[in-house]
């Protein structure tokens, strides 16, 4: 079955880059996503790719896919407090296709 | 991106008793989801509800415990059947139309069973 793997935890300080990487085991993925989740909230899209691209810039956003080692990784730009979250990397075959999640990587921004 | 409503947006409920959960969109789809987000863990499909149809459930949910309901193309409910403190979760639900390429999430039921 599919399978998204992420390390559970990194802890930036404000202003520095976050990388958040995530390995995914289904080679028939078409999109991969991101999304993010503030405390006590929902679940926030904040960008996909298509399996087709390597690379997907958005504002602070970057993401870099590897699809040859089923490696996503989502960098954020000059990290601010308000960054602080759990971060889902996400993979499906369409967008009305079942939506497999990763664990989570909880975000931790020191001032 | 479609605008989604959930209801309650929190409960605490008795074990034994069960929950009704309502999911609004503001458009029509075709696609609805219902997952789970147990405490700390990721999201977890629970079944996926198309209209005029009966839901299709994942391993490890079944209809007696998660009956769904998709009466139109703007709503659908999920009930928490006889509850026990293992349900204890987030319910949320998703949706998406045909050639969307992404599934919008609503905020959320948080659910306590005592």
């Known amino acids: 079955g599919e399978d998204v793997e992420q390390s559970l935890f990194l802890s930036v300080r404000e202003g520095d880059s976050s990388v958040i990487n995530c390995t995914y085991t289904d080679s028939s993925s078409t999109y991969l996503y991101w999304y993010k989740q503030e405390p006590g909230a929902g679940l926030q899209l904040l960008t996909y790719i298509f399996s087709n691209m390597d690379m997907k810039q958005d504002q602070r956003l970057t993401v870099l896919l590897n699809k040859k080692d089923k490696h996503l990784s989502l960098r954020i730009a000059d990290t601010q407090t308000g960054d602080s979250a759990i971060y889902f990397c996400?993979?499906?075959?369409?967008?009305?296709?079942?939506?497999?999640f990763g664990t989570g990587t909880k975000l931790q921004v020191i001032p | 991106s479609a605008v989604i409503s959930q209801k309650p947006s929190r409960d605490i409920c008795q074990r034994g008793t069960s929950l009704t959960i309502q999911c609004q969109v503001d458009s029509q789809v075709t696609m609805m989801f219902w997952y789970r987000q147990q405490p700390g863990q990721s999201l977890t499909l629970i079944a996926t509800a198309n209209q005029g149809s009966e839901a299709t459930y994942e391993s490890g949910f079944v209809i007696d415990k998660f009956p769904i309901s998709r009466p139109n193309l703007t709503f659908s409910t999920l009930t928490v059947s006889n509850m026990s403190p293992e349900d204890s979760s987030i319910y949320l639900c998703?949706?998406?139309?045909?050639?969307?390429?992404?599934?919008?999430f609503g905020p959320g039921t948080r659910l306590l069973v005592l």
């Open positions: 998703s949706v998406a139309a045909e050639n969307q390429e992404t599934q919008y």
């Open positions: 996400a993979e499906s075959t369409g967008g009305y296709q079942k939506v497999t």
